[in-house]
């Protein structure tokens, strides 16, 4: 089944305390994105990556890492959390340009 | 900076009454748009997307969307609603290169009462 996969679902951490989510896709994508949905600012994106070893800030990468050194993987980093980045996020992927956007099914994260 | 605006941040409506979300964009120059659905606890899908050609776009489920480049707008329109129309609304705007970030407005929240 063509799926887009994120792991944890539910993250509760404390400030500081680096996490990693992973995204995995299984359709051969090129593009792949990073997005955080907060209530009353949609979604809002962090990271993209157009193919292996090429990424690019979003609209709000400060606090956030990532990197595509496979074509299926795309992990946000947060190396100190903080509370500002208790969010739903969501990693998708494209199989070209933004033509359309398979989403995962979102990781609550909340850091205290 | 390029930005997408729904002014409707919630929308209550009966059902078979007709639809219409607003969306608004900045940017001057040539651009692709698209509409996502969030139906409760489900992932985001496209509804439908614009990229060049006739601005009367059709997507599933019965929406469509017309692209008014004067206006800056990509309006979502429905003729009936359903109950099971009940979803969160994006729409989305990226500069005609494959290159170049995507923009998401902040979501509509459609209520449908039976």
């Known amino acids: 089944e063509a799926q887009v996969t994120q792991n944890p679902r539910y993250l509760i951490t404390v400030t500081g305390k680096k996490l990693t989510v992973t995204c995995s896709q299984n359709?051969?994508?090129?593009?792949m994105s990073w997005y955080r949905q907060d209530p009353g600012l949609g979604l809002r994106q962090i990271y993209y990556?157009?193919?292996?070893?090429?990424?690019d800030k979003g609209d709000v990468p400060e606090g956030y890492k990532v990197s595509r050194k496979e074509k299926r993987n795309f992990p946000l980093i947060l190396e100190s959390p903080s509370p500002n980045q208790t969010s739903l996020y969501f990693c998708?992927?494209?199989?070209?340009?933004?033509?359309?956007?398979?989403f995962g099914p979102g990781t609550r994260l909340t850091v205290t | 900076a390029q930005s997408v605006s729904q002014h409707n941040h919630h929308v209550i409506l009966s059902e078979a009454a007709s639809l219409e979300l607003g969306c608004n964009y900045s940017?001057?120059?040539?651009?692709?748009l698209f509409w996502y659905v969030q139906y409760p606890g489900q992932h985001l899908q496209l509804l439908l997307k614009?990229?060049?050609?006739?601005?009367l776009v059709k997507g599933i489920k019965g929406f469509e969307a017309e692209f008014i480049k004067s206006k800056f707008s990509f309006n979502l329109r429905k003729p009936s609603v359903q109950w099971s129309d009940t979803a969160e609304y994006f729409c989305?705007?990226?500069?005609?290169?494959?290159?170049?970030?995507?923009?998401f407005g902040s979501g509509t929240r459609l209520s449908i009462r039976p």
């Open positions: 998708a992927s494209s199989p070209m340009g933004w033509n359309e956007q398979y």
């Open positions: 359709m051969n994508h090129e593009y």
């Open positions: 990556s157009m193919n292996v070893e090429v990424t």
């Open positions: 940017y001057g120059g040539t651009v692709n």
């Open positions: 614009y990229f060049s050609g006739d601005p």
């Open positions: 989305a705007v990226n500069r005609d290169s494959s290159a170049s970030k995507i923009i």
